[in-house]
């Protein structure tokens, strides 16, 4: 069985908890971006930090920034067309999950609904309806932490 994780967090956790294929729509906490040419190594601006230096770029020193998309910013073009990759890659005899989410921020919120209307098996595990519940094959109502082990455990059993 193949899994891929598309998530808009930007904390890592998906990678520390051990999934491998992990597209981050909205970048990641743990890489820094230099405001005037994209990623930089962030080996030398944690140096910088315990040095307590002026955080600057070791190329061009314009100003660092996190790795993450910011209001109004558009998501990155290459972890996109990552999600969207792996998302058409869904037949309908795959099953998406969509856990925990409003599911009502665009451009990502489109890609359960582009499953759903292709006949993919979605999932949705929510604490309330969200604009894709009518769309899913299966709503859960209950809180991701909750919920997940339940169904891990269902798939598991003899």
Known sequence: ARMG???MNVDGLHQDAGSSQVVEVHG???QVL???HGAIDASQILKDVARMKALRCPTCHSSPRPGVVLFTESLPSSSWREARTLCRALSPSDVMLVVGTTNSVYPAA???EEAAARGVKVIE???EPTPLTPQ???FIRGGAERV???LVASALAP
């Open 110 to 112: 489109g890609l359960p």
């Open 34 to 36: 230099c405001t005037t």
């Open 5 to 7: 994780v598309v998530t």
């Open 148 to 150: 997940l082990p339940l």
């Open 136 to 138: 899913v094959s299966t």
């Open 125 to 127: 595990v929510n604490l």
């Open 28 to 30: 990641s906490v743990q």
